[in-house]
């Protein structure tokens, strides 16, 4: 069973950076597309970025859009966050599943794996 742990959370003033990381233990998360979530309280859970495997893309909703870079190594996918805000504050999340298509098609409940999550708090 593919398992994900999420690290690199923490606190930082705005304007900083942090570097997540999704990791996995039992299978290679390699082939899978992975996605990147989070919740702010009070509010739903958002997708904001993916990186597919077939056909190789990435995705970035416009909130985070030139400010994050999420990438890959083996068995781990990074998230680059770049001149954070206080609006970035949330519990994040990656998610993988097997599919085959563009990861900006693939709706949250198509997602397989999830990790336990990691808090961003950008605050001064």
């Known amino acids: 069973q593919l398992q994900l742990v999420e690290s690199g959370g923490g606190l930082v003033q705005p304007g900083g950076s942090l570097r997540l990381s999704c990791a996995t233990s039992?299978?290679?998360?390699?082939?899978?597309?992975v996605g990147w979530f989070r919740q702010a309280p009070g509010k739903e859970r958002e997708g904001f970025s993916c990186i597919s495997t077939s056909p190789v893309n990435t995705y970035y909703a416009d909130s985070v859009k030139g400010r994050f870079t999420i990438s890959r190594a083996p068995n781990t996918v990074y998230l680059q966050m770049n001149s954070l805000k206080p609006e970035d504050t949330a519990f994040y999340y990656c998610a993988a599943v097997q599919l085959f298509r563009s990861c900006e098609s693939i709706p949250q409940y198509e997602y397989r794996e999830w990790g336990q999550g990691t808090q961003v708090t950008v605050s001064s």
């Open positions: 039992g299978f290679t998360l390699d082939f899978s597309t």
